[in-house]
């Protein structure tokens, strides 16, 4: 059979299919990287991978030949947490929050995240779509081919379900795939302060209309001291499991509330921010299938500790990086500056951080079958980098080393 599609010349081709460990690799640097290899595209499959000469029974007179001049390309990479659909900023409190008041403090005083709620319940369902469609653009151009997204802005039935249809209609509309979550607690709205329980029960009364309407895939809680208790959290995920909701949590993030060890119990897929995850508390994602979601970018952007990414890699808990892009705690799109700031803060290897936006970012969201790694029969989705090796591409930071990105065996972005 012949191909539609080969891109030859590549001077590291990061595959991502994991390998057996060596006895001198972390358990996360087991990622395949082939030297002067080829890809090979069939429709919006591949069809074959390689190194060295392309086999000429692949090239047919139709098959269109992309030399990639010696750089690095890798698979599309995955964003596995991100708050996509918003409305407004809050550039506002941007000098309280450089100057020292709490996050928390912040979203007690009605500001943060019940700021951006009453932005999103005022924009159109229109509105909302042409912005995240904008915001999504700008990520295709920094790599990322496939969007975990998270709705929690609305916080009433109107506004959340309002936000999982922009994440339906996304996937038709633009070209990166976007896996959709239901936050209906991502904090409890002005409107039922005193009245904690009834709101709790209003998002369990919602879980049965966001999975029969097809709007969401996962369920998240923002469990957090001050938002929602580890037991009000676990309340909410047994019904959304009854329901058929892949779980996820924000655990551990500013306080340890034994968040990750919740992630354990309940299986979930995957446990985010971790910043204050407890000894025991890596014990149990050790013990799992749980991948640990780190966002770099929330620390930086707040001053706050880094989540300790080199223990827990060490330990054998399996790590993602996402950019947790919302417009509070982390405004940006850029997952390159993320895996930087892995490089630089977390010290995680350059290895490890291909693997942790790549297969296991598609592990998190459950989507290892269909992306994460160039493999045959996988989507062809990738990404062409102008950098010779994947150090420099996390050394030279703050700049977006893009050269051109594939989506489904299509050229979706070129620089
Ligand atoms: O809008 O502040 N942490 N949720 C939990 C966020 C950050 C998003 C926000
Ligand atoms: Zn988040």
Redesign the pocket.
């Given at each position: 059979m012949n191909a539609d599609l080969i891109i030859y010349n590549i001077g590291q081709l990061v595959t991502g299919k994991e390998l057996p460990l060596k006895d001198d690799e972390s358990p996360m640097e087991n990622i395949e990287i082939l030297e002067n290899g080829y890809i090979a595209v069939s429709g919006n499959e591949i069809m074959a991978i390689g190194h060295g000469e392309v086999p000429s029974k692949l090239i047919k007179f139709t098959t269109k030949l992309v030399d990639a001049e010696g750089c690095v390309v890798v698979p599309g990479m995955i964003d596995s947490h991100t708050?996509l659909v918003h409305g407004g900023s809050r550039e506002n409190e941007f000098l309280d929050k450089i100057q020292g008041v709490p996050y928390l403090e912040i979203l007690k005083r009605g500001g943060?995240?019940l700021s951006?709620v009453n932005a999103t319940r005022e924009l159109s369902e229109e509105e909302l779509l042409d912005k995240a469609k904008k915001t999504l653009r700008t990520m295709l151009s920094y790599g990322v081919t496939t969007v975990e997204s998270k709705s929690g802005y609305g916080l009433d039935s109107e506004t959340e379900l309002k936000q999982l249809r922009v994440n339906e209609r996304l996937n038709h509309e633009q070209e990166v795939e976007v896996v959709s979550t239901f936050m209906g607690a991502?904090a409890l709205p002005e409107e039922y302060k005193d009245r904690r329980e009834e709101f709790i029960q209003k998002v369990i009364d919602l879980l049965p209309v966001v999975k029969e309407r097809g709007l969401a895939e996962f369920f998240d809680v923002?469990c957090e001291e001050g938002v929602f208790s580890i037991e009000e959290s676990r309340q909410m995920y047994l019904e959304a499991q009854k329901y058929g909701f892949k779980l996820r949590i924000?655990a551990d993030?500013i306080v340890n509330t034994k968040g990750a060890q919740l992630a354990q119990e309940l299986n979930m897929y995957s446990a985010d921010h971790l910043m204050a995850i407890s000894d025991e508390g890596i014990e149990a994602l050790k013990n799992s299938k749980t991948i640990a979601n780190l966002l770099p970018g929330?620390s930086f952007s707040l001053g706050k500790e880094y989540a300790p990414a080199r223990k827990m890699i060490d330990q054998g808990v399996q790590v993602a990086l996402s950019t947790?892009y919302?417009?509070?705690?982390c405004p940006t799109e850029n997952l390159q500056l993320i895996m930087q700031i892995a490089a630089l803060k977390l010290k995680m290897r350059p290895k490890e951080i291909f693997k942790a936006v790549t297969i296991n970012a598609a592990k998190s969201i459950g989507r290892e079958k269909r992306v994460g790694s160039l493999e045959e029969g996988k989507k062809a989705d990738f990404v062409i980098f102008d950098a010779k090796n994947i150090e420099y591409i996390l050394y030279h930071f703050g700049v977006n080393h893009t050269k051109k990105v594939f989506k489904n065996g299509c050229l979706v972005f070129k620089r």
């Amino acid at each position: 059979m012949n191909a539609d599609l080969i891109i030859y010349n590549i001077g590291q081709l990061v595959t991502g299919k994991e390998l057996p460990l060596k006895d001198d690799e972390s358990p996360m640097e087991n990622i395949e990287i082939l030297e002067n290899g080829y890809i090979a595209v069939s429709g919006n499959e591949i069809m074959a991978i390689g190194h060295g000469e392309v086999p000429s029974k692949l090239i047919k007179f139709t098959t269109k030949l992309v030399d990639a001049e010696g750089c690095v390309v890798v698979p599309g990479m995955i964003d596995s947490h991100t708050h996509l659909v918003h409305g407004g900023s809050r550039e506002n409190e941007f000098l309280d929050k450089i100057q020292g008041v709490p996050y928390l403090e912040i979203l007690k005083r009605g500001g943060g995240i019940l700021s951006s709620v009453n932005a999103t319940r005022e924009l159109s369902e229109e509105e909302l779509l042409d912005k995240a469609k904008k915001t999504l653009r700008t990520m295709l151009s920094y790599g990322v081919t496939t969007v975990e997204s998270k709705s929690g802005y609305g916080l009433d039935s109107e506004t959340e379900l309002k936000q999982l249809r922009v994440n339906e209609r996304l996937n038709h509309e633009q070209e990166v795939e976007v896996v959709s979550t239901f936050m209906g607690a991502h904090a409890l709205p002005e409107e039922y302060k005193d009245r904690r329980e009834e709101f709790i029960q209003k998002v369990i009364d919602l879980l049965p209309v966001v999975k029969e309407r097809g709007l969401a895939e996962f369920f998240d809680v923002f469990c957090e001291e001050g938002v929602f208790s580890i037991e009000e959290s676990r309340q909410m995920y047994l019904e959304a499991q009854k329901y058929g909701f892949k779980l996820r949590i924000h655990a551990d993030e500013i306080v340890n509330t034994k968040g990750a060890q919740l992630a354990q119990e309940l299986n979930m897929y995957s446990a985010d921010h971790l910043m204050a995850i407890s000894d025991e508390g890596i014990e149990a994602l050790k013990n799992s299938k749980t991948i640990a979601n780190l966002l770099p970018g929330t620390s930086f952007s707040l001053g706050k500790e880094y989540a300790p990414a080199r223990k827990m890699i060490d330990q054998g808990v399996q790590v993602a990086l996402s950019t947790d892009y919302n417009p509070g705690s982390c405004p940006t799109e850029n997952l390159q500056l993320i895996m930087q700031i892995a490089a630089l803060k977390l010290k995680m290897r350059p290895k490890e951080i291909f693997k942790a936006v790549t297969i296991n970012a598609a592990k998190s969201i459950g989507r290892e079958k269909r992306v994460g790694s160039l493999e045959e029969g996988k989507k062809a989705d990738f990404v062409i980098f102008d950098a010779k090796n994947i150090e420099y591409i996390l050394y030279h930071f703050g700049v977006n080393h893009t050269k051109k990105v594939f989506k489904n065996g299509c050229l979706v972005f070129k620089r």
